[in-house]
């Protein structure tokens, strides 16, 4: 059985590899990137092939604004001639005011919010919950609205 592939994109190294090293007794594929460019190019290599079940994605990247990457994405689903399921994205931040305002990322489908730093007790419960959940509605609406701009 092949695992679900999870995409942590983290511009923080030690940041990074502690997130990784949570997840090595989990039934997931983990890789790793740090920074959107890269994050971006892993998706692209993946879209076609064996799809991701999940990224999640730091906002404060040094290259491109997570905002960018998730707005990138969903205009790569929507343009799709296979009609894809949109990818699960998950933000961790370590901003708290950041965290009050992203609400308005819901319009682009982030279904999964979490505030740094993160330990894994925290961490991986609400991943599996939210890699299993039912994909919602609003991630779906997502790619028709972003075609709609």
Not at 30 to 59: F, T, V
Request: proline share 4%.
């Amino acid at each position: 059985m092949q695992k679900s592939k999870l995409l942590i994109v983290e511009d923080y190294e030690d940041t990074r590899e502690v997130m990784v090293q949570f997840f090595r007794e989990e039934p997931y594929e983990i890789e790793s990137c740090a920074n959107g460019r890269d994050a971006l190019i892993r998706y692209l290599q993946c879209y076609h092939c064996q799809p991701m079940a999940g990224i999640l994605l730091d906002l404060g990247l040094g290259d491109i604004n997570g905002r960018r990457i998730i707005r990138a994405i969903r205009e790569i689903e929507h343009g799709s001639q296979q009609g894809c399921t949109p990818i699960r994205i998950g933000i961790i931040s370590g901003s708290i005011k950041l965290l009050d305002c992203l609400s308005l990322l819901d319009d682009c489908g982030v279904t999964l919010r979490i505030e740094k730093p993160v330990t894994a007790d925290i961490l991986l419960p609400q991943v599996r919950e939210w890699l299993t959940a039912p994909l919602v509605s609003s991630v779906r609406q997502t790619a028709a609205w972003i075609g709609a701009r």
